[in-house]
């Protein structure tokens, strides 16, 4: 870059250019400004990962202190707890909500009267549409000791559980609302894979003699196999992140050793107990960790198709 | 085409499959409906699964609108919304417009600082020690501000006006036309069915946010409804809304407060969604043409 600066041919074609498009540059403005400042400004704060942040100092006046809080974040008692309770929220979200989608669209694919199908597909995308406020808050009614599900239990002679504060219980219920919210949403993909497949093939398939089942099998699912495969990648690449909004919400003192993730433990430590060099550092590895991921499964998905994330 | 004796028979087994994910789907919601209009000792004695009303009652509801704390964290998230979504929609328009010019110099270089934040980013503590710096803390701009463009939303309105010809803004240009007058009279108009999505995406997305408010608010009267709606349904404090209910009636109102503010608050939502989501799914497929 700084050696192209230096090119006079180069900085009059920056010059014209810019003479030609000054509207443009000027409309640049704001949202440069905007990335700039609210995406690359925390990413220059994130150094306090490194200081000994004291807000009177600022975060360049603040003493470096190497890795300590990476140190102290390793060694702590927490980090095994944390990256176990995240990875594992996730792969159970991959081991049944993303067969899920597949399996609603396939057969949601086949109805045959589509007034039906509409209909059940716009209830399905609904709750994708609740807030996780409302979402949780409905939980947290239905699960209580007194509430609907203990009440059906009971008809049955169960003792009523306590669910959410239950650890053994926070798994299960994080995945299967997980689930039930956006199974629906997330099958809309597939379908809009499963209407572009070239409806010849279906024909060639029947004239071989093939039954609904093994158009699905054979024509169907080979169709959306690089939808499939593409969206299965750039998941394993968000492996590491699990959001805080829903946990937050679920989550208390007495299931933090399933239910507490990174993001909810950054939360904590940072904003309520304000250590905010080691929870930077948390959230860096974090992130670090994350964007590996993330270029690895791009890279992948580079070499099982055309389709890329850049 | 005939079916086989087997395919009719998975045909039958799949309506019933699917008319059993509709009612795992809807009945929540209709219990809550249902509760919500109950009579509140009708309905502690008569628990279970509710077909309809146990009772009849509106006094949860009038206890809903009398409480100031709901009305405000209403009156909070319309203006939220409505300010959040028009700065979302002339930002993200605005960055769509500048990326879809052919031939700009800094394009690439643009794009690549756009699209590296979709995969590293600086995370909670230094964005919220930004917006504590900038001076935001405990205003709405750190709601709104911060998440001033969505950039998977920027990308998938770059790709909708990249299919705008471009003969059409020639002869503007031709005219005289300044860019903000080929993005306002040429490229906008020609966009509503991506304009649309956008502005409900967005819309809904502000409509249903808690966690910055979470983070960046501290006076209760500048409380988001999803944040009081929190305090209620899953700190449970409705006793404060039952300020002169006799002490027995409290516990058993306090329970269909509940439902009748997860209807209260979710109605607009429910209400337009037949409408709308013809767009939501749009948007959708927008995104995965480009995906």
Known sequence: MSKNVGNPALRHTIKTDMKRHWGVYLMALPVLAYYIIFHYGPMYGLQIAFKDFQPSDGIWGSTWVGFKHFESFFNGIYFWRLITNTVLLNLYELLFGFPAAIILALLLNEILKSSFK???????????????????????????????????????????????????????????????????WGSIIYL??????????????????????????????????????????????????????????????????????????????????????????????????????????????????????? | MKRTMGERVFGGINVILMIGLCVVTLYPFLYVLFASFSDATAFLQNRGLLLAPAGFDLSAYKAVFRNPMIMKGYENTLLYVLLGTAINLVMTAIGAYVLSRPNLYFQHFLMFLIVLTMVFHGGLIPSYLLVNKLGMMNTMWALLIPVAINTYNLIIMRTSFQTIPASLEESARMDGAGEWTILFRIVLPLSMPVIAVMILWYAVGHWNSYFSALVYLRDTEKYPLQLVLRD????????????????????????????????????PIICLYPFLQKYFVKGVMIGAIKG
């Open chain 1, 118 to 184: 509409r209909i059940v597909q716009s209830i399905s995308y609904l709750p994708h549409f609740i807030s996780i406020v409302v979402v949780a808050g409905m939980m947290v009614d239905f699960l209580s000791r007194t509430g609907l599900v203990n009440q059906l239990l009971g008809s049955f002679g169960i003792q009523p559980i306590d669910f959410l504060m239950e650890e053994g219980w926070f798994r299960f219920l994080y995945v299967s609302s997980g689930v039930w919210q956006g199974v629906g």
């Open chain 1, 192 to 310: 809009a894979a499963i209407s572009g497949i070239d409806p010849t093939l279906y024909e060639a398939a029947r004239i071989d003699g093939a039954g609904r089942w093994r158009q699905t099998l054979n024509v169907t699912l080979p169709g959306i196999m690089p939808t499939i495969i593409i969206l299965l990648i750039l998941q394993m690449g968000n492996m590491m992140s699990v959001g805080s909004e829903k946990v937050l919400l679920l989550y208390n003192p007495l299931t933090y050793s399933t239910a507490d993730v990174i993001s909810t433990y950054v939360y904590r430590k940072g904003v309520l107990e304000a250590s905010y060099s080691f929870t930077a550092a948390v959230g860096l590895f974090n992130s670090i960790i994350s964007f590996i991921l993330i270029v690895a499964a791009n890279k992948i998905s580079k070499r099982f198709s055309e389709t890329k994330l850049w």
């Open chain 2, 232 to 267: 209620i349904l899953i700190a449970n404090s409705t006793d404060s809304m039952m300020t002169g209910a006799a002490s027995d009636d409290k516990y058993a109102i306090g329970e269909t407060i509940k439902y009748s503010t997860i209807i209260v608050s979710t109605l």
